[in-house]
């Protein structure tokens, strides 16, 4: 059988966009946990580990990073394998939004923009450092490019005035991305953002008839779309409104999250802040030329392809809006959604700069038409040599070397939810004498992130942990006091893991003396960890 030209091209194509999936999935998984893990994270890891017992309403229903917990429970991490299983499982499920986000630009600004995109996100270090993390942010970006691909197969393939099985594809993503994260919210409006930006209807001019004419051209699409989003989205509203009925209350965003900051901070000055994080972010973890290429990016694409520029300009603008209207106190992860539509807006316009190159070249026959793809590739290659490889390199090998945000190096390694200090306090607790009469090493954690701890320790082994709540305010710590008292009155020997800075525990509330047997700084001028042998206040 004669193979057409067409499956050859399509052969060829293929195999180096696999290739290149496949080597940013060894990007993120390779080395994985060579970052200390982050509080969140097994926090995560500690509901995947029951959410298929089916025990707890709340746990299975209530929005929040619900979807995290079901795909990592999917792969039942053991607790000491359980980072490494939860990290992974992200990593994979990133390569969802990678594919997503190549075939987006591939559509809309063919092969070279397909593979500049896909070199652009395997490389990108916003990606990387947080899809090597077990948190719910690199889900959510692979579903929120999703949303973006498949309103856009919507419009492109739909018989306009017929419902489109693609329509369907749309809103149930649409639903998903929320079920994987609230942030997600606004990509609801990514299908009725399509219809207004990539539809056929020749516009003259922007007025309320125009818009309602595009709205009854594609009324079916779109109905279709949120009926389907809708179904997706009723069982957890349904318990939401159940338990608000029945006055079991459920907590579906910490309010400190979005209005935390509101007795300190104008609603206009969080806005101007959190933007300000958004154009830092961008410019330490992409570079600065990356970043004013996405810029100029959008410019250009406006200029050029208003309609395809439009969408992925509004799509991006919409993950980006949630976290920047509404954060109070905003992480650098929850930008996460919004990088894959930023990188196929960059990949775009250098796309089509290269064919307006190639187009003033045809009429020069001295050069040839390839010249541009190749400056392209030589920009590409100095960008990643510049930003991404030592950052691939530090990430695999001395993470405390990364270039990263300052309020990250605080938060994944000096701050109390770091790994770092905890790890090495696991190892030495494994040394230490045992208590009789328990047999075991007694030890009570007073660390902001105590239950992390677990993921270290053999749950049958040699050292005891104990987590007791202190409370977010310290308003536990009497009982806490009281506990540590009746250890010490019952055992030989028992420790304390304490971060003597951490604002929720008041150490001097304690009525044991105590002698440093370790400490264990953290990075970054952290807070440091130490572990204390307890005896009888006499």
């Known amino acids: ?158 018989n306009y005035g017929k419902r489109c099985p693609l329509a369907i594809l749309a809103g149930f993503l649409s639903g998903l991305v929320i079920v994987s994260k609230l942030l997600g919210l606004p990509m609801a409006g990514v299908p009725l953002v399509a219809v207004f930006t990539l539809n056929h209807t020749k516009i003259r001019r922007i007025n309320f008839q125009t818009l309602w004419q595009i709205l009854r051209t594609h009324r079916d699409q779109l109905m279709t779309a949120y009926v389907t989003f809708g179904l997706v989205m009723l069982p957890f509203i349904w318990h939401i409104v159940d338990r608000t009925i029945t006055g079991k209350y459920v907590n579906v965003v910490n309010n400190n999250l979005i209005n935390g900051a509101a007795e300190e901070k104008s609603p206009p000055q969080v806005l101007i802040d959190n933007l300000h994080s958004l154009w830092s972010a961008n410019w330490v973890l992409h570079g600065s030329f990356l970043w004013i290429m996405m810029l100029a990016g959008v410019a ?146 007073l660390v902001g992130s105590c239950h992390q701890i677990r993921l270290y320790l053999d749950e049958y082994g040699p050292v005891k942990l104990e987590c007791p709540f202190f409370g977010w305010q310290g308003e536990f710590m009497q009982d806490v006091a009281n506990l540590v008292d009746q250890r010490v009155a019952e055992e030989s020997t028992v420790y304390l893991l304490v971060e003597p800075k951490l604002r929720f525990t008041d150490l001097s509330m304690l009525h044991v003396r105590w002698e440093l047997i370790h400490s264990y700084p953290r990075p970054f001028n952290g807070m440091t960890v130490e572990l204390w042998r307890a005896y009888p206040n006499k």
Do not use: C
């Not at 080395?31 to 025990?55: G, M, V, W």
């Not at 040839?368 to 392209?376: D, L, N, S």
């Open 1 to 158: 059988m004669v193979e057409t030209g067409s499956s050859v091209k399509r052969s060829q194509e293929i195999l180096p966009t696999a290739l290149l999936i496949l080597l940013a999935f060894f990007i993120r998984a390779h080395s994985i946990q060579a970052l200390p893990p982050f509080n969140d994270e097994s926090l995560h890891i500690r509901r995947a580990e029951i959410i298929y017992k089916f025990t707890d309403r709340n746990l299975n229903m209530t929005l929040g990073k619900l979807l995290s917990y079901y795909w990592i429970g999917l792969f039942h991490p053991a607790r000491l394998d359980a980072i490494f299983v939860g990290r992974t499982a992200s990593a994979l499920f990133a390569l969802l939004g990678l594919a997503a986000a190549y075939s987006t630009a591939r559509i809309l600004f063919g092969r070279v923009g397909g593979w500049i995109t896909l070199i652009l996100a395997a490389f990108s270090p916003f990606l990387i450092f947080f899809d090597r993390l077990a948190l719910s942010d690199g889900l959510t970006a692979a579903l929120g490019m999703l949303v973006i691909w498949a309103s856009l197969l919507m419009m492109r393939r739909a």
């Open 300 to 445: 250009f694409l406006l200029w050029k392809r208003p309609r395809e520029g439009s969408y992925l300009i509004l799509s991006t603008v919409l993950a980006w809006s949630m976290s920047v209207v509404f954060a109070a106190d905003l992480s650098t992860r929850y930008l996460t959604l919004g990088v894959l539509p930023s990188l196929v807006i960059v990949a775009g316009a250098i796309s089509l700069a290269i064919q307006e190159i190639a187009k003033i070249n045809i009429e020069k026959p001295a050069l040839h038409v390839t010249m541009p793809e190749r400056g392209a590739i030589a920009v590409l290659l100095v960008w990643l040599v510049w930003i991404p490889l030592p950052f691939i390199n530090h990430a695999w090998n001395d993470p405390t070397k990364l270039h990263l945000p300052q309020a990250d190096q605080w938060e994944y390694f000096g701050n109390f939810g770091s790994g770092y200090g905890l790890i090495a306090a696991a190892h030495d607790m494994e040394t230490l004498p045992r208590s009789e009469p328990s047999g075991r090493v007694q030890v009570i954690g």
